[in-house]
């Protein structure tokens, strides 16, 4: 369960200010058309998508988010109407309020991370085979080495997709400290939150992840068996592969991604099967600024 879509609502715009006893009171709201994927998602989940309390509004610096409140549409069970009131008390065009640590910006750091793995594609990303265009069946063993970013951000609460993105990798493409990442190239391998503190009187928790990078986190399996598909009397059966000479085959042979046997593999002609082993969902909704 999570936010597929935010929007902001251009008529949903309005402001104004005054004098007060404490001093000039402005104020200003904005409405964004939220769509979750699921009838069940409630407005936890659709106020993380939108920024917390705290957050400086992003033209008008002495203004910050005081209030948030989601209301479900009427139109559909998906759709929700998030409303963002932006004011500051005693502080006037030009000044800064008192900053929330929810408004202070995500901590990133870099490292690289090595490992030992068994490699079945070249660079090119053609199969490793050796002259006679035999695979090599555990691969070829390298050393690895991928990004791992480690975020860090303060939160308001415990977020509700904790559970759901345990493992995941990213369903779309996103930003991560000024670079774009496509799909699927990103896993979250870790998650931890701390205790509770207060600052500016805004209590609020402090959220760590782990993000490591690769090329994809779908796998990418070569296409290889025992036994192939072959047609007999008009019906497709499953028959022991055979070698060059006709006998069977005791180790496995390269299949073509549908079942049969090539007949001939070559480095360029091997299949790689995708299998999709972790949750895919979009990474734009986790606390990354």
């Given at each position: 369960?999570?936010?597929?879509?935010?929007?902001?609502?251009?008529?949903?715009?309005?402001?104004?200010?005054?004098?007060?006893?404490?001093?000039?009171?402005?104020?200003?709201?904005?409405?964004?058309?939220?769509?979750?994927?699921?009838?069940?998602?409630?407005?936890?989940?659709?106020?993380?998508?939108?920024?917390?309390?705290?957050?400086?509004?992003?033209?008008?610096?002495?203004?910050?988010?005081?209030?948030?409140?989601?209301?479900?549409?009427?139109?559909?069970?998906?759709?929700?109407?998030?409303?963002?009131?932006?004011?500051?008390?005693?502080?006037?065009?030009?000044?800064?309020?008192?900053?929330?640590?929810?408004?202070?910006?995500?901590?990133?750091?870099?490292?690289?991370?090595?490992?030992?793995?068994?490699?079945?594609?070249?660079?090119?990303?053609?199969?490793?085979?050796?002259?006679?265009?035999?695979?090599?069946?555990?691969?070829?063993?390298?050393?690895?080495?991928?990004?791992?970013a480690s975020i860090t951000k303060n939160v308001p609460y415990v977020p509700s997709w904790i559970d759901a993105y345990k493992?995941?990798?990213?369903?779309?493409?996103?930003?991560?400290?000024?670079?774009?990442?496509?799909?699927?190239?990103?896993?979250?391998?870790?998650?931890?939150?701390?205790?509770?503190?207060?600052?500016?009187?805004?209590?609020?928790?402090?959220?760590?992840?782990?993000?490591?990078?690769?090329?994809?986190?779908?796998?990418?399996?070569?296409?290889?068996?025992?036994?192939?598909?072959?047609?007999?009397?008009?019906?497709?059966?499953?028959?022991?592969?055979?070698?060059?000479?006709?006998?069977?085959?005791?180790?496995?042979?390269?299949?073509?991604?549908?079942?049969?046997?090539?007949?001939?593999?070559?480095?360029?002609?091997?299949?790689?099967?995708?299998?999709?082993?972790?949750?895919?969902?979009?990474?734009?909704?986790?606390?990354?600024?």
């Open positions: 369960m999570s936010v597929v879509s935010v929007k902001e609502i251009n008529d949903g715009r309005d402001g104004g200010d005054g004098f007060t006893q404490e001093g000039v009171s402005s104020e200003i709201t904005r409405q964004f058309r939220v769509i979750t994927n699921s009838a069940y998602d409630g407005a936890d989940t659709v106020l993380q998508s939108c920024d917390n309390v705290g957050v400086v509004h992003p033209s008008a610096s002495w203004l910050c988010v005081k209030k948030r409140r989601a209301r479900a549409d009427s139109k559909s069970k998906l759709i929700w109407i998030a409303t963002l009131s932006y004011s500051s008390i005693g502080a006037s065009p030009g000044s800064s309020p008192s900053i929330s640590p929810l408004a202070s910006p995500a901590d990133v750091t870099w490292q690289t991370e090595y490992s030992q793995e068994n490699a079945y594609k070249d660079k090119d990303g053609n199969a490793v085979m050796n002259s006679a265009c035999d695979y090599y069946e555990d691969g070829v063993p390298v050393d690895a080495a991928r990004w791992v493992d995941a990798i990213n369903s779309d493409g996103f930003w991560l400290d000024g670079r774009s990442f496509a799909a699927y190239t990103a896993k979250l391998s870790g998650i931890s939150i701390g205790t509770w503190n207060i600052q500016n009187g805004v209590w609020f928790r402090q959220i760590s992840m782990t993000i490591k990078f690769k090329n994809s986190w779908r796998f990418s399996i070569l296409d290889q068996g025992l036994r192939r598909e072959v047609v007999r009397d008009g019906e497709y059966v499953m028959e022991r592969c055979i070698n060059g000479d006709g006998t069977e085959v005791t180790k496995p042979a390269l299949l073509n991604g549908i079942g049969y046997q090539l007949a001939s593999p070559t480095p360029e002609t091997a299949v790689f099967n995708g299998h999709n082993i972790y949750p895919e969902l979009p990474f734009s909704i986790l606390p990354l600024y």
